[in-house]
Nanobody, 124 residues
Framework: EVQLQASGGGLVQAGGSLRLSCQIS??????????IGWFRQAPGKEREVSSC????????FYTDNVKGRFTISSDHAKRTVYLQMNSLTPDDTAVYYC???????????????WGQGTLVTVSS
């Protein structure tokens, strides 16, 4: 089993920054063969991908609406994946989830392991 816990959400003003953390536990997880994705779901909207990082940090993926503002990174020793969010706007308000899977994907249905999410609220 793989367990993930997202944290770091909160209230921030438009134009500000937050860094989300995804703490990963469980003997079944290894950065060498798992992909981590950050997803978000705003009220009234479908859950969507924001960013992914592939096994062994070989590549990263960003959707157009966060590219240039968000950065995904990992610390293998701490078993943690981060999402640095800059230049936040009210449209970024959502519950943010981290998820893991053995294969690369950009849709929620492709990920088997999920955290409970952390709320990010951006005020204008």
């Amino acid at each position: 089993e793989v367990q993930l816990q997202a944290s770091g959400g909160g209230l921030v003003q438009a134009g500000g920054s937050l860094r989300l953390s995804c703490q990963i536990s469980g003997s079944g997880f290894n950065f060498d063969d798992h992909v981590i994705g950050w997803f978000r779901q705003a009220p009234g909207k479908e859950r969507e991908v924001s960013s992914c990082i592939s096994s062994s940090d070989r590549s990263t993926f960003y959707t157009d609406n966060v590219k240039g503002r968000f950065t995904i990174s990992s610390d293998h020793a701490k078993r943690t994946v981060y999402l640095q969010m800059n230049s936040l706007t009210p449209d970024d308000t959502a519950v943010y989830y981290c998820a893991a899977d053995r294969s690369f994907g950009v849709t929620p249905g492709e990920y088997h392991y999920w955290g409970q999410g952390t709320l990010v609220t951006v005020s204008s």
